[in-house]
């Protein structure tokens, strides 16, 4: 039994609030033995984790296939998965040639966008096969936004293509009993509205735009899916590495290397975590889940140890009276829910 507590979305979806984010297991910026990936695994279902998230971008499908060796041993009933569409994968034909984009490590697949009904289908149909599992739980438009759709016209047209095609899959998939709740994995700000406008989401993976170090969402993006009982889940409550390793030369924020501006607001923010005895990585754990929004953060992690020291600062005592003190300095917004 798990003694992680829960928060439902709107279908009665129970999340565990710590979930495990499958992003590290395709090898996002470090190599990661098939051993090492199943005993992280078992660490996190031994920690309580019971919400697993991946994607087939994960690696080219390496993440689903590590994740769902694992989960094929447990009892179905015990734990909830989410995966995405919107790529589909294919075999590359010339390993030579093959650019591994993001990842060091992965399987050697190319992929390309498809929000259209039959990309969805097969994309969902694919995952099915790849985690070796009878049903996905959750699924979620994946990437719809200008981190990789760079200009508004190839954005607008994906979208429309959402529209006008692909929601269909979507709602049929829901509608059927097959999935629980649908919802959409974004990385910046932005491309919420419209995908709240175009489509009936459940809740949405939100990467980078509520962390300790940025709540702008709170602006326009939050309200919105207050109106609308849309959930979120926090996918990157380290702001992609910087809020875990501390302020440190080569530090990661926003999948690239932290600005000295970055820098200097994590070490005030680092300060402050120090003097009330808080691990900053304790402190950005737990503050998204201040907000009722929030139904789970789903860090990743690359290794037991990583589990380990997670569950730790998951459970760390944190006083009131930080997050006063970042407020006061300015540090946090002072609208932005904080944990009790």
């Known amino acids: 039994m798990s003694t992680i507590p829960t928060r439902a979305l709107r279908t009665g979806v129970e999340l565990s609030t710590l979930g495990f984010g499958g992003a590290?297991?395709?090898?996002?910026?470090?190599?990661?033995?098939?051993?090492?990936?199943?005993?992280?695994?078992?660490?996190?279902?031994?920690a309580g984790i019971r919400y697993y998230d991946t994607a087939p971008f994960y690696g080219y499908g390496?993440?689903?296939?590590?994740?769902?060796?694992?989960?094929?041993?447990?009892?179905?009933?015990?734990?909830?998965?989410?995966?995405?569409?919107?790529?589909v994968l294919t075999a590359t034909r010339d390993l030579d040639s093959f650019d591994k984009g993001f990842w060091i490590g992965g399987l050697p697949f190319d992929f390309r966008f498809d929000y259209g009904y039959d990309g969805i289908m097969r994309s969902w149909e694919d995952s099915l096969q790849r985690l070796g599992l009878n049903s996905i739980d959750l699924l979620?438009?994946?990437d719809l936004d200008s981190f990789f759709h760079d200009s508004e016209q190839r954005f607008s047209a994906h979208v429309n293509h959402l529209i006008t095609s692909?929601?269909?899959?979507?709602?049929?998939?829901?509608?059927?009993?097959?999935?629980?709740?649908?919802?959409?994995?974004?990385?910046?700000?932005?491309?919420?509205?419209?995908?709240?406008?175009?489509?009936d989401l459940d809740f949405c993976i939100v990467a980078m735009p509520y962390t300790l170090l940025d709540q702008d969402?709170?602006?326009?993006?939050?309200?919105?899916?207050?109106?609308?009982?849309?959930?979120?889940?926090?996918?990157?409550?380290?702001?992609?590495?910087?809020?875990?390793t501390g302020p440190v030369e080569?530090?990661?924020?926003?999948?690239?290397?932290?600005?000295p501006a970055i820098l200097a607001k994590t070490r005030r923010i680092q300060a402050i975590c120090q003097r009330h005895d808080v691990p900053l990585p304790a402190a950005a754990m737990q503050f998204p889940l201040g907000?009722?929004?929030?139904?789970?953060?789903?860090?990743?992690?690359?290794?037991?140890?990583?589990?380990?020291?997670?569950?730790?600062?998951?459970?760390?005592?944190?006083?009131?009276?930080?997050?006063a003190e970042l407020k006061a300095e300015g540090l946090l917004r002072a609208d932005a829910p904080t944990p009790a």
Request: charged share 20%; aromatic share 8%.
């Open 24 to 46: 590290p297991l395709g090898e996002l910026f470090d190599p990661v033995s098939e051993i090492q990936a199943q005993d992280t695994l078992q660490a996190a279902w031994d």
């Open 62 to 87: 390496k993440s689903e296939h590590r994740l769902g060796y694992f989960l094929r041993q447990q009892h179905r009933k015990d734990f909830v998965l989410s995966t995405k569409v919107g790529r």
């Open 140 to 142: 979620l438009i994946h």
């Open 166 to 199: 692909g929601w269909r899959a979507l709602d049929e998939l829901r509608s059927q009993g097959l999935i629980k709740a649908v919802g959409a994995g974004l990385n910046r700000m932005g491309a919420m509205p419209r995908l709240l406008d175009a489509a």
């Open 217 to 244: 969402s709170l602006d326009e993006e939050f309200p919105l899916c207050e109106e609308r009982d849309v959930r979120i889940v926090i996918g990157a409550v380290f702001a992609s590495g910087i809020l875990a």
């Open 250 to 259: 080569g530090a990661r924020y926003a999948y690239d290397t932290a600005s």
């Open 291 to 323: 907000n009722p929004l929030v139904a789970a953060i789903i860090p990743g992690a690359q290794t037991p140890a990583h589990i380990e020291t997670n569950a730790q600062w998951f459970q760390h005592e944190i006083p009131t009276d930080l997050w």
